[in-house]
C-alpha cells in the first residue's frame, strides 16, 4: 500500500519513520506546509515525490492512503478533499474542530464507502487498551469511578506557533486530552455515554479555549462517574488511572522525560473480583510511538475490510465530549448531554 503523507512536522516525520519500517507499507509522496520541510522531505526522504499542494498529492495516482498529519483546522478540508478524490485516509485527532464540521466528516466517510481512521491510537496500547479488556473481561465488575491525570511539561509550540494559536489548535483539549476523555467513553462502554459534563480550569492568558489547567467530570446516567485533570505547567510527562468497579479495581502509571521517549516507566496493577491479592499485569511496552506503528502496521489489513481501528462515527463521541468541556468551562455551568 502506499501512502501520501500530508505534513512533515515533528510528527509527520514519525509517520514517515514507521510507515518505513512496516513490510507491506512504501511511502510514495509527502506534501509539505513550508518551504523549509519540503527542503528536508527531500533530504530525508530520496526517491519520494514532495509536493507544497495537497490537490497534487491526491492527483497523484501512485498513492492509495492519504495520511494526514497537519494542524488541527485543516483535519477536516483535508480529508473531505481526500475522500473527494476517492484516496483512503488516515486522519490524526481530532477530526475536526467543531461539530458542524466533524458530521460533515462522518457522513463524507459513511457516504464514501472508503476507509477513513482516526489517529487514536491508545486503543491499540498494550497498556490502555489492556485496560479496556480487564474490563470487559469482568476483573473489577461495573465500572463505578475513575480517575485519569496528565502532567506534563508546556506544549511544543508547532510550526509556525500553531500549538498555541487558538484558532488553529482549536484548543490545547482538542490537542492531547482527546486522547484520554476518547477512552474514558470506551472504559464505561457498558454505562452507556456520559449524561452530564462539568468542568473547572485555569485560563492560559493566549486566549479561549486554552487552559493551563482544568478538571472535567462526565457523570453517567446510573450514578458513575470519572474525572480527567490536565496540567500544562508541569515538567517531564506522567499520566496515572485509577478505576474501581463493584467487585475490584486497578492502578496503572506510564512516565516519561516525554510524551515520545522510548524508555518510559510504567506499570499496571489489578486487584480482581473475589482476589484478595493484588496482580501485576505484564506490559512489554507502552509509549506514543510504539502505538503509532502499530495502527500503521494495521492499514495493511484493515483498509480492504474498511475496518478503521477508531472510524469517525467511533471518534465522534470523544469529540462532542471535548467541545461540551469546552463549553462547560468557558460559561461556568454543567452541560446536560442527549445522544440520538
Request: hydrophobic fraction near 45%.
Amino acid at each position: 500500500m502506499r501512502i501520501g503523507l500530508v505534513g512533515y512536522g515533528a510528527w509527520g516525520r514519525m509517520h514517515a519513520g514507521a510507515i518505513a519500517r512496516i513490510p507491506d507499507l512504501s511511502l510514495a509522496a509527502v506534501m509539505c506546509g513550508s518551504d523549509a520541510s519540503a527542503r528536508a522531505a527531500a533530504a530525508d526522504l530520496p526517491g519520494v515525490a514532495v509536493y507544497r499542494d495537497l490537490a497534487n498529492l491526491l492527483g497523484d495516482r501512485s498513492v492509495d492512503l492519504v495520511d494526514i498529519v497537519v494542524p488541527n483546522h485543516l483535519h477536516a478540508a483535508m480529508a473531505l478533499a481526500a475522500l473527494d478524490a476517492g484516496k483512503h485516509v488516515l486522519l490524526e485527532k481530532p477530526m475536526a474542530t467543531t461539530l458542524a464540521d466533524a458530521e460533515r466528516v462522518v457522513a463524507a466517510a459513511e457516504r464514501s464507502r472508503l476507509y477513513l481512521g482516526v489517529g487514536l491510537e491508545l486503543h491499540v496500547s498494550r497498556q490502555w487498551a489492556r485496560v479496556r479488556e480487564l474490563i470487559a473481561e469482568g476483573a473489577i465488575g461495573r465500572l463505578r469511578y475513575a480517575n485519569l491525570t496528565l502532567f506534563r511539561r508546556p506544549f511544543r509550540p508547532g510550526s509556525g506557533n500553531w500549538r498555541v494559536t487558538p484558532d488553529r489548535v482549536g484548543s490545547w483539549i482538542l490537542e492531547e486530552p482527546i486522547h484520554y476523555i476518547d477512552l474514558l467513553p470506551w472504559y464505561f462502554r457498558e454505562r452507556g455515554l456520559p449524561v452530564e459534563v462539568t468542568a473547572d480550569g485555569v485560563p492560559s492568558p493566549l486566549g479561549a479555549g486554552m487552559y493551563d489547567a482544568f478538571t472535567c467530570t462526565l457523570r453517567f446516567a446510573d450514578g458513575a462517574y470519572a474525572v480527567f485533570s490536565q496540567c500544562v505547567g508541569g515538567f517531564e510527562h506522567s499520566l496515572m488511572l485509577e478505576i474501581a468497579g463493584e467487585d475490584g479495581a486497578l492502578r496503572t502509571w506510564w512516565a516519561g522525560a516525554m510524551d515520545r521517549t522510548l524508555e518510559p516507566d510504567f506499570e499496571l496493577k489489578l486487584q480482581r473480583t473475589g482476589a484478595s491479592q493484588v496482580e501485576v499485569i505484564a506490559v512489554e511496552k507502552s509509549g506514543e510511538v510504539f502505538e503509532l506503528e502499530e495502527q500503521l502496521r494495521r492499514l495493511v489489513a484493515d483498509v480492504p475490510r474498511r475496518t478503521p481501528l477508531v472510524s469517525a462515527r467511533d471518534a465522534f463521541p470523544g469529540l462532542r465530549i471535548c467541545l461540551e468541556i469546552e463549553r462547560a468551562l468557558s460559561e461556568r455551568r454543567a452541560i446536560t448531554l442527549a445522544w440520538t
